[in-house]
């Protein structure tokens, strides 16, 4: 029971930092001139690069689904979620593990320049997720439930819940000087090209 509350309390503080980390940063909003490019490419591209990000900020499952899982593909709900399919590669973990992103309303997003740069998606949230059997969305959900192996690397799992479950404000970080800048433009730009619905302003 210990082990259980533990994790619920690690889960909950991972989803407040997502939101509340902002007020600790001294960025301001920029305007970049981002690129456009196709957007079926852009949607694969937006993935691996998503995960490199929360690596580099120490998340365990976007080290393992980098290393240790196969891209499959990706589906499309109707309700605004992308759901993409990661097949394990080594028998000791979960054997399929999703990011998901969700864009619901009029999703939009602000880039901003400081100490540490970071991406504010709006109406919008992002997770990772390991499941045992691949995702059956419907119109009453997604069709994914956590893993049930005892694996317990997630980040944001609320996301696979009903809307009003998991936050609707994600920060993404970049903290390298040498490259936050160009990463964020890469990433903002992958982002507004595989959902040209996504607002993009500085403010």
Known sequence: MRRGKLFLVTLLFSAATILLA???????PVV??????PEAQAKVELAGRILSNLEAFGNNLAK???????????????????????DSLNPALPKHAY?????????SITTN??????????????????TDAPAVPSASGLGLAFTTTGYREAF????????GS????????????????????VMASLLK???PRIRYSGR
């Open 22 to 28: 902002a007020s600790c940063s001294t960025a301001s």
């Open 32 to 37: 970049l001139q981002l690129e456009k490019q």
């Open 99 to 107: 990011l998901v992103l969700r864009l619901e309303g009029s999703p």
């Open 166 to 185: 998991y936050p609707e404000q994600i920060l993404l970080w970049f903290k390298d000087p040498a490259t936050k800048d160009r990463d964020m433009w």
């Open 64 to 86: 393992a689904m980098i290393r240790d899982y196969r891209y499959v593909g990706l589906v499309e709900t109707q309700a605004g979620a992308v759901l993409y399919r990661y």
């Open 156 to 163: 944001n799992p609320f996301v696979i819940g009903q809307k």
């Open 113 to 130: 320049k400081g100490d540490k740069n970071y991406i504010l998606l709006d109406s919008g949230s992002i997770g990772l997720v390991p």
């Open 193 to 195: 090209s595989a959902f």
